[in-house]
């Protein structure tokens, strides 16, 4: 069972690059989510999606879209880059929301110059 | 919003001794969990605990929801256990609020 998959684990970008962070589970979890953890800052809610078709945004989500087409994978896309996007990225996942109990991926480490 | 206060920040210990790390919270939860983040980054999923007190191991966990609080407890303590810990909380919504963590320095 493999869980929340994130890749890529690592990626560097240039200012005004675009990008997607993938995120795959395996558990036919409804609730997925985007968190993005900054040193002195704690873990942030990005976006969040409680079902397919459905998402919505959550503490700091500007500069990130998201989509969710399928109930197994929830992109994160970076349209253009800045060096304030530098941070790690995990992505999560619940059955039930917030009653459900959270599994985390490994986290994406991106750094943009 | 809800507010999420964990202490201690900071917490050294030498092998083999016990702890406490508590989680306080400003508002009625139906949720809570304790995570580990060790120290490559991962985080781990250490109690789903809303309310109630559970033991895995060396580890246990206690919610008193009435009273907006949680108290994870470590026992015997190995070097392995070092990282950050964190709390995280549901206020009847969507999303889980994370505390800002406690972070623990195990010394051989």
């Known amino acids: 069972n493999a869980g929340v998959t994130q890749t890529p684990k690592f990626q560097v970008l240039k200012t005004g690059q675009s990008m997607t962070l993938q995120c795959a589970q395996d558990?036919?979890?409804?609730?997925m989510s985007w968190y993005r953890q900054d040193p002195g800052m704690g873990l942030r809610l990005i976006h969040y999606s409680v079902g397919a078709g459905i998402t919505d945004q959550g503490e700091v989500p500007n500069g990130y879209n998201v989509s969710r087409s399928t109930t197994e994978d929830f992109p994160l896309r970076l349209l253009s880059a800045a060096p304030s996007q530098t941070s790690v990225y995990f992505c999560?996942?619940?059955?039930?929301?917030?009653?459900?109990?959270?599994?985390f991926g490994e986290g994406s480490r991106l750094t943009v110059l | 919003g809800i507010q999420v206060e964990q202490s201690p920040p900071d917490l050294i210990l030498q092998e083999g001794a016990n702890s406490t790390l508590r989680c306080n919270f400003s508002d009625s939860v139906n949720n809570l969990q304790w995570f580990h983040q060790n120290p490559w980054g991962q985080l781990i999923n250490l109690f789903y605990i809303p309310s109630g007190t559970k033991q895995n191991g060396r580890l246990s966990a206690t919610t008193v929801a009435t009273e907006r609080y949680s108290l994870l407890y470590i026992s015997s303590s190995q070097t392995t256990d070092s990282g950050v810990y964190f709390c995280?909380?549901?206020?009847?919504?969507?999303?889980?609020?994370f505390g800002p963590g406690t972070r623990l320095s195990v010394l051989p």
């Open positions: 558990m036919n979890h409804e609730y």
């Open positions: 995280a909380v549901v206020n009847y919504g969507q999303n889980f609020v």
């Open positions: 999560a996942s619940s059955y039930g929301g917030g009653v459900g109990e959270l599994f």
